[in-house]
């Protein structure tokens, strides 16, 4: 199982943009299904997108056609591409991997606000 770090998270003005990182110290397989979810304390974790192996992708119905998922097996890492952010989008974002188990990341604290 790959062991996940987010990254690029931070504090950003409404409808500014961020990119996430996921990077893997393990392989990322073509197989693992690759996803980010994110979580308000005391909320529940919701799911914001899904690649899989083909490349295909689904998105949460918030972030649709704000958000883009990205991956590269080659260079073990999942990208999240946040533009015209909100302040709804405050959360932490996790990675995640899923081919046998789920795996995730320790998380990255996103804060849009002015």
């Known amino acids: 199982q790959p062991r996940l770090y987010e990254s690029g998270g931070g504090l950003v003005q409404p409808g500014g943009s961020l990119r996430l990182t996921c990077s893997a110290s393990?392989?990322?397989?073509?197989?693992?299904?690759m996803s980010w979810y994110r979580q308000v304390p005391g909320e529940q974790r919701d799911l914001v997108a899904t690649?899989?192996?083909?490349?295909?992708?689904t998105y949460g119905d918030s972030v649709k056609g704000r958000f883009t998922i990205s991956r590269d097996n080659a260079k073990n890492a999942v990208y999240l591409q946040m533009n015209d952010l909100k302040p709804e989008d405050t959360a932490v974002y996790y990675c995640?991997?899923?081919?046998?188990?789920?795996?995730w990341g320790q998380g990255t604290q996103v804060i849009v606000s002015s």
């Open positions: 995640n991997a899923r081919l046998f188990t789920s795996t």
């Open positions: 393990g392989p990322i397989l073509p197989a693992h299904i």
């Open positions: 690649i899989e192996a083909d490349g295909a992708t």
